[in-house]
Protein backbone atom coordinates (compact mmCIF):
# COMPACT_ATOMS: atom_id res chain seq x y z
CA UNK A 1 0.00 0.00 0.00
CA UNK A 2 1.40 3.19 -0.94
CA UNK A 3 2.05 5.97 1.54
CA UNK A 4 -0.05 8.26 -0.09
CA UNK A 5 -3.17 5.64 1.11
CA UNK A 6 -2.08 5.34 4.89
CA UNK A 7 -5.31 6.76 6.29
CA UNK A 8 -6.09 4.22 8.59
CA UNK A 9 -8.78 2.99 5.81
CA UNK A 10 -8.74 -0.82 5.94
CA UNK A 11 -8.10 -1.94 2.38
CA UNK A 12 -7.11 -5.30 3.18
CA UNK A 13 -10.84 -6.21 3.92
CA UNK A 14 -11.79 -8.49 1.26
CA UNK A 15 -15.00 -6.57 0.04
CA UNK A 16 -13.18 -3.14 0.70
CA UNK A 17 -14.88 -0.32 -1.26
CA UNK A 18 -11.63 0.86 -3.77
CA UNK A 19 -13.18 2.89 -6.55
CA UNK A 20 -16.20 5.69 -4.81
CA UNK A 21 -17.27 8.14 -7.81
CA UNK A 22 -20.05 10.71 -6.88
CA UNK A 23 -21.93 12.89 -9.19
CA UNK A 24 -19.12 13.01 -11.92
CA UNK A 25 -19.00 15.65 -14.63
CA UNK A 26 -16.99 15.97 -17.33
CA UNK A 27 -16.98 18.71 -20.04
CA UNK A 28 -14.80 19.51 -23.36
CA UNK A 29 -13.82 22.56 -24.58
CA UNK A 30 -14.34 21.88 -28.47
CA UNK A 31 -14.15 24.59 -31.04
CA UNK A 32 -17.68 24.89 -31.73
CA UNK A 33 -18.45 24.80 -27.94
CA UNK A 34 -18.55 22.54 -24.95
CA UNK A 35 -19.86 19.04 -24.78
CA UNK A 36 -21.11 17.50 -21.51
CA UNK A 37 -19.44 13.79 -22.01
CA UNK A 38 -20.04 12.80 -18.46
CA UNK A 39 -23.23 13.70 -16.34
CA UNK A 40 -23.40 12.52 -12.86
CA UNK A 41 -21.83 9.73 -12.96
CA UNK A 42 -21.53 7.46 -9.61
CA UNK A 43 -19.59 4.28 -9.42
CA UNK A 44 -18.61 2.10 -6.90
CA UNK A 45 -16.68 -0.79 -7.13
CA UNK A 46 -15.51 -3.23 -4.43
CA UNK A 47 -12.59 -5.48 -3.91
CA UNK A 48 -13.23 -8.71 -5.92
CA UNK A 49 -15.45 -7.02 -8.13
CA UNK A 50 -15.27 -6.77 -12.28
CA UNK A 51 -17.31 -4.18 -13.62
CA UNK A 52 -17.58 -3.58 -17.27
CA UNK A 53 -18.49 -1.19 -19.12
CA UNK A 54 -20.64 -0.68 -22.01
CA UNK A 55 -22.28 2.51 -24.22
CA UNK A 56 -21.87 3.47 -27.97
CA UNK A 57 -18.86 4.39 -29.28
CA UNK A 58 -17.95 8.07 -28.06
CA UNK A 59 -20.44 7.97 -25.04
CA UNK A 60 -17.03 8.49 -22.71
CA UNK A 61 -16.22 5.20 -21.93
CA UNK A 62 -12.22 5.92 -22.30
CA UNK A 63 -12.86 9.30 -20.56
CA UNK A 64 -14.37 8.04 -17.49
CA UNK A 65 -11.43 5.03 -17.26
CA UNK A 66 -8.98 8.06 -17.78
CA UNK A 67 -10.63 10.26 -15.04
CA UNK A 68 -10.62 6.86 -12.77
CA UNK A 69 -6.65 6.39 -13.76
CA UNK A 70 -6.27 10.10 -12.82
CA UNK A 71 -4.81 10.84 -16.25
CA UNK A 72 -7.32 13.83 -16.39
CA UNK A 73 -9.43 15.72 -14.01
CA UNK A 74 -12.93 15.56 -13.93
CA UNK A 75 -15.09 19.11 -14.34
CA UNK A 76 -17.34 18.50 -11.01
CA UNK A 77 -17.59 15.58 -8.58
CA UNK A 78 -15.76 13.35 -6.02
CA UNK A 79 -13.22 10.49 -6.46
CA UNK A 80 -12.05 8.50 -3.25
CA UNK A 81 -9.52 5.70 -3.83
CA UNK A 82 -9.73 3.48 -0.61
CA UNK A 83 -11.09 5.89 0.92
CA UNK A 84 -8.38 8.97 -0.13
CA UNK A 85 -9.74 11.53 -1.84
CA UNK A 86 -7.53 11.52 -4.53
CA UNK A 87 -8.31 14.32 -6.56
CA UNK A 88 -7.04 16.70 -3.80
CA UNK A 89 -3.40 15.21 -4.18
CA UNK A 90 0.08 16.73 -5.85
CA UNK A 91 0.87 15.26 -9.00
CA UNK A 92 3.77 13.65 -7.18
CA UNK A 93 1.15 11.87 -4.73
CA UNK A 94 -1.21 11.19 -8.13
CA UNK A 95 2.21 9.85 -9.96
CA UNK A 96 3.48 7.59 -6.68
CA UNK A 97 -0.34 6.20 -6.59
CA UNK A 98 -0.68 5.32 -10.49
CA UNK A 99 2.84 3.79 -9.88
CA UNK A 100 1.94 1.34 -6.54
CA UNK A 101 -1.78 1.10 -6.90
CA UNK A 102 -3.34 0.88 -10.56
CA UNK A 103 -2.69 -0.94 -13.68
CA UNK A 104 -4.02 0.25 -16.84
CA UNK A 105 -4.44 -1.12 -19.90
CA UNK A 106 -4.56 1.41 -22.54
CA UNK A 107 -7.25 1.35 -25.90
CA UNK A 108 -4.30 2.20 -27.96
CA UNK A 109 -1.44 -0.49 -26.68
CA UNK A 110 0.81 2.49 -26.15
CA UNK A 111 4.28 0.34 -25.90
CA UNK A 112 7.83 2.07 -26.03
CA UNK A 113 8.00 1.17 -29.97
CA UNK A 114 12.19 0.60 -29.98
CA UNK A 115 12.30 -1.78 -27.15
CA UNK A 116 12.00 -5.46 -26.02
CA UNK A 117 8.77 -6.91 -24.96
CA UNK A 118 11.12 -7.57 -21.74
CA UNK A 119 11.85 -4.05 -21.60
CA UNK A 120 8.21 -3.14 -21.75
CA UNK A 121 7.32 -5.39 -18.54
CA UNK A 122 10.82 -4.24 -16.90
CA UNK A 123 9.77 -0.36 -16.88
CA UNK A 124 7.14 -0.84 -14.33
CA UNK A 125 8.72 -3.28 -12.02
CA UNK A 126 11.88 -0.99 -11.97
CA UNK A 127 9.79 2.23 -11.28
CA UNK A 128 8.52 -0.45 -7.99
CA UNK A 129 11.90 -0.99 -7.20
CA UNK A 130 11.64 -4.83 -7.67
CA UNK A 131 15.13 -5.79 -7.75
CA UNK A 132 16.86 -6.77 -11.43
CA UNK A 133 16.97 -10.42 -10.07
CA UNK A 134 13.17 -11.63 -9.66
CA UNK A 135 12.24 -9.47 -12.81
CA UNK A 136 12.96 -12.38 -15.44
CA UNK A 137 10.68 -14.34 -13.09
CA UNK A 138 7.93 -11.72 -13.12
CA UNK A 139 7.78 -11.25 -16.71
CA UNK A 140 7.59 -15.06 -17.59
CA UNK A 141 5.02 -15.23 -15.53
CA UNK A 142 3.02 -12.29 -16.75
CA UNK A 143 3.54 -13.40 -20.23
CA UNK A 144 2.71 -16.91 -19.56
CA UNK A 145 -0.64 -15.37 -18.80
CA UNK A 146 -1.19 -13.72 -22.01
CA UNK A 147 0.30 -16.73 -24.22
CA UNK A 148 3.00 -14.99 -24.72
CA UNK A 149 6.53 -15.56 -23.39
CA UNK A 150 7.59 -16.90 -26.82
CA UNK A 151 7.82 -13.27 -28.07
CA UNK A 152 10.26 -12.00 -24.65
CA UNK A 153 12.78 -10.79 -26.70
CA UNK A 154 11.27 -9.38 -29.77
CA UNK A 155 11.35 -5.84 -30.59
CA UNK A 156 7.85 -4.72 -29.70
CA UNK A 157 7.56 -3.26 -33.54
CA UNK A 158 7.08 -6.64 -34.61
CA UNK A 159 4.27 -7.61 -33.15
CA UNK A 160 1.00 -8.26 -34.45
CA UNK A 161 -2.11 -6.23 -33.19
CA UNK A 162 -3.58 -8.78 -30.87
CA UNK A 163 0.47 -9.69 -29.74
CA UNK A 164 0.61 -5.43 -28.70
CA UNK A 165 -2.89 -5.70 -27.04
CA UNK A 166 -1.71 -9.02 -24.88
CA UNK A 167 1.91 -7.58 -24.18
CA UNK A 168 0.17 -4.21 -22.46
CA UNK A 169 -2.38 -6.26 -20.39
CA UNK A 170 1.02 -8.45 -19.35
CA UNK A 171 2.88 -5.11 -18.90
CA UNK A 172 -0.30 -3.24 -16.59
CA UNK A 173 -0.63 -6.61 -14.37
CA UNK A 174 3.01 -7.29 -14.12
CA UNK A 175 2.99 -5.38 -10.84
CA UNK A 176 0.49 -6.92 -9.31
CA UNK A 177 -2.12 -4.05 -8.99
CA UNK A 178 -4.94 -3.13 -6.51
CA UNK A 179 -6.91 -1.83 -9.18
CA UNK A 180 -6.80 -2.69 -12.62
CA UNK A 181 -8.47 -0.21 -15.52
CA UNK A 182 -8.87 -2.36 -18.65
CA UNK A 183 -9.98 -0.22 -22.50
CA UNK A 184 -10.71 -2.24 -24.47
CA UNK A 185 -8.31 -5.21 -23.25
CA UNK A 186 -10.18 -8.11 -26.47
CA UNK A 187 -11.00 -5.63 -28.73
CA UNK A 188 -7.68 -7.42 -31.05
CA UNK A 189 -8.00 -11.13 -29.48
CA UNK A 190 -9.23 -13.98 -31.08
CA UNK A 191 -11.83 -16.06 -29.10
CA UNK A 192 -9.32 -18.45 -27.82
CA UNK A 193 -6.62 -15.79 -26.53
CA UNK A 194 -9.97 -13.10 -24.99
CA UNK A 195 -10.52 -16.50 -22.89
CA UNK A 196 -7.38 -16.65 -21.45
CA UNK A 197 -7.38 -13.53 -20.77
CA UNK A 198 -10.48 -12.70 -19.21
CA UNK A 199 -10.03 -16.06 -16.79
CA UNK A 200 -7.03 -14.57 -15.96
CA UNK A 201 -8.85 -11.34 -15.05
CA UNK A 202 -11.10 -13.37 -12.94
CA UNK A 203 -8.57 -15.09 -11.40
CA UNK A 204 -7.09 -12.31 -9.72
CA UNK A 205 -10.08 -10.80 -8.94
CA UNK A 206 -11.38 -13.52 -7.02
CA UNK A 207 -8.01 -14.92 -5.71
CA UNK A 208 -6.13 -11.04 -5.29
CA UNK A 209 -9.73 -9.57 -4.49
CA UNK A 210 -8.19 -7.15 -6.82
CA UNK A 211 -11.10 -4.49 -8.18
CA UNK A 212 -11.13 -3.93 -11.96
CA UNK A 213 -12.75 -1.84 -14.63
CA UNK A 214 -13.19 -3.25 -17.84
CA UNK A 215 -14.52 -1.12 -20.73
CA UNK A 216 -15.43 -3.46 -23.81
CA UNK A 217 -17.71 -3.78 -26.52
CA UNK A 218 -17.83 -7.75 -26.37
CA UNK A 219 -20.44 -9.57 -24.88
CA UNK A 220 -18.50 -12.54 -24.00
CA UNK A 221 -16.22 -10.01 -22.36
CA UNK A 222 -19.19 -8.17 -20.20
CA UNK A 223 -20.44 -11.68 -19.19
CA UNK A 224 -17.44 -12.36 -17.39
CA UNK A 225 -17.48 -9.85 -15.41
CA UNK A 226 -19.42 -9.72 -11.78
CA UNK A 227 -21.76 -6.62 -12.98
CA UNK A 228 -21.93 -4.59 -15.95
CA UNK A 229 -22.59 -0.82 -16.38
CA UNK A 230 -24.02 1.02 -19.70
CA UNK A 231 -22.90 4.49 -20.24
CA UNK A 232 -25.39 6.54 -22.13
CA UNK A 233 -26.24 9.83 -23.04
CA UNK A 234 -23.60 11.18 -20.53
CA UNK A 235 -25.13 9.05 -17.74
CA UNK A 236 -23.89 5.48 -16.51
CA UNK A 237 -26.73 2.91 -15.23
CA UNK A 238 -26.67 -1.04 -13.69
N1 LIG B 1 -9.60 15.86 -25.39
C1 LIG B 1 -10.82 15.96 -25.92
N2 LIG B 1 -11.29 17.16 -26.30
C2 LIG B 1 -12.54 17.28 -26.82
N3 LIG B 1 -13.40 16.26 -26.97
C3 LIG B 1 -12.97 15.04 -26.60
C4 LIG B 1 -11.65 14.82 -26.07
N4 LIG B 1 -11.52 13.50 -25.78
C5 LIG B 1 -12.69 12.93 -26.13
N5 LIG B 1 -13.55 13.85 -26.63
C6 LIG B 1 -14.92 13.58 -27.09
O1 LIG B 1 -15.63 13.03 -25.98
C7 LIG B 1 -16.53 12.00 -26.41
C8 LIG B 1 -16.23 10.72 -25.66
O2 LIG B 1 -14.96 10.20 -26.07
P1 LIG B 1 -14.39 8.85 -25.51
O3 LIG B 1 -13.06 8.63 -26.12
O4 LIG B 1 -14.44 8.88 -24.03
O5 LIG B 1 -15.47 7.81 -26.06
P2 LIG B 1 -15.52 6.21 -25.98
O6 LIG B 1 -16.83 5.84 -25.37
O7 LIG B 1 -14.29 5.70 -25.34
O8 LIG B 1 -15.55 5.80 -27.53
P3 LIG B 1 -14.93 4.49 -28.27
O9 LIG B 1 -15.86 3.35 -27.95
O10 LIG B 1 -14.99 4.88 -29.72
O11 LIG B 1 -13.53 4.28 -27.78
C9 LIG B 1 -16.35 11.90 -27.92
O12 LIG B 1 -17.38 12.64 -28.52
C10 LIG B 1 -15.01 12.55 -28.18
O13 LIG B 1 -14.97 13.13 -29.45
MG1 LIG C 1 -12.66 4.59 -26.03
New binding site residues.
Partial sequence: MPCVMSNGYDITDDNALVIDINHLTKN???GAGD?T?LKDVNLHVRRGEMVAVM??????????LFILGLFQPPSTGGYKVAGVDVLSLSRDQQAIFRREMLGFVF?TCDLLENSTVYENLELPLIYAGVRRRERPDRIREALRMVNLEHRVHQPSNRLSGGERQRVSIARALVNEPEFILA??PTGQLDRENSLRVLEYFTKITEEARTAMVV?T?DNMTAEHCTRKCV?TDGYLNG
Fill in positions: YNTIVGPSGSGKSTLQDEVHL
